[in-house]
T-cell receptor, first 116, second 121 residues
Framework: AQKITQTQPGMFVQEKEAVTLDCTYDTSDQSYGLFWYKQPSSGEMIFLIY??????QNATEGRYSLNFQKARKSANLVISASQLGDSAMYFCAMREPETSGSRLTFGEGTQLTVNP | DAGVIQSPRHEVTEMGQEVTLRCKPI?????LFWYRQTMMRGLELLIYFNNNVPIDDSGMPEDRFSAKMPNASFSTLKIQPSEPRDSAVYFC???????????????????FGAGTRLSVL
């Protein structure tokens, strides 16, 4: 069974500063995908960034980067130069290997608040 | 391009009534997922389809829940009869599923609709 752990229920950051949101995962599979989604107060789920287990480079998408440490089974999201619009709930998720299906397993989320 | 479209956005109904949630996936996508989000259980997968065929419905809570995908552009999630504990946000997501080849793990990113907030009184 897979498990995603986000240990920070809430995080606060000052506008324009960087923030790291933690995510650890547990799997015995060798092939898997890791995702981060953002859920603002309006409720929609917005895809941010993806990391494949075989990818050697850390993923980056604009101000978002994923600090992937495979041996530690961690996939932390780094948001640089925080903006007020970054205030939202952030979910880490993992996908099973293709042979077992395509379900996403989500963590409990981290509520990020960006202060002006 | 239009994203995943869900309707209605909000649904308020009384216990015992039938509720039907609708989803139009992104055109060209071949996998569709229904998730439920609650404070107690977080985000959990209810059922997913590949090429309109239900693959895994182990997350469907009980027989009161049913889902169909009659064609590639439409899916429904039905609750009959509804109960107050079904109150939640229901998300539909879709992806273009590409199979793994060797050490290549395809992204198969799931794109979510805006969700349906269901309140059963």
């Amino acid at each position: 069974a897979q498990k995603i752990t986000q240990t920070q229920p809430g995080m606060f950051v000052q506008e324009k500063e960087a923030v790291t949101l933690d995510c650890t995962y547990d799997t015995s599979d060798q092939s898997y995908g890791l995702f981060w989604y953002k859920q603002p107060s309006s409720g929609e789920m917005i895809f941010l960034i993806y990391q494949g287990s075989y990818d050697e480079q850390n993923a980056t998408e604009g101000r978002y980067s994923l600090n992937f440490q495979k041996a530690r089974k961690s996939a932390n999201l780094v948001i640089s130069a925080s903006q007020l619009g970054d205030s939202a709930m952030y979910f880490c998720a993992m996908r099973e290997p293709e042979t077992s299906g395509s379900r996403l397993t989500f963590g409990e989320g981290t509520q990020l608040t960006v202060n002006p | 391009d239009a994203g995943v479209i869900q309707s209605p956005r909000h649904e308020v109904t009384e216990m015992g009534q039938e509720v039907t949630l609708r989803c139009k996936p992104i055109s060209g996508h071949n996998s569709l997922f229904w998730y439920r989000q609650t404070m107690m259980r977080g985000l959990e997968l209810l059922i997913y389809f590949n090429n309109n065929v239900p693959i895994d419905d182990s997350g469907m809570p009980e027989d009161r829940f049913s889902a169909k995908m009659p064609n590639a552009s439409f899916s429904t999630l039905k609750i009959q009869p509804s109960e107050p504990r079904d109150s939640a946000v229901y998300f539909c997501a879709s992806t273009l599923r590409v199979r793994t080849s060797g050490n290549h793990h395809p992204k198969n990113i799931q794109y979510f609709g805006a969700g349906t907030r269901l309140s059963v009184l």
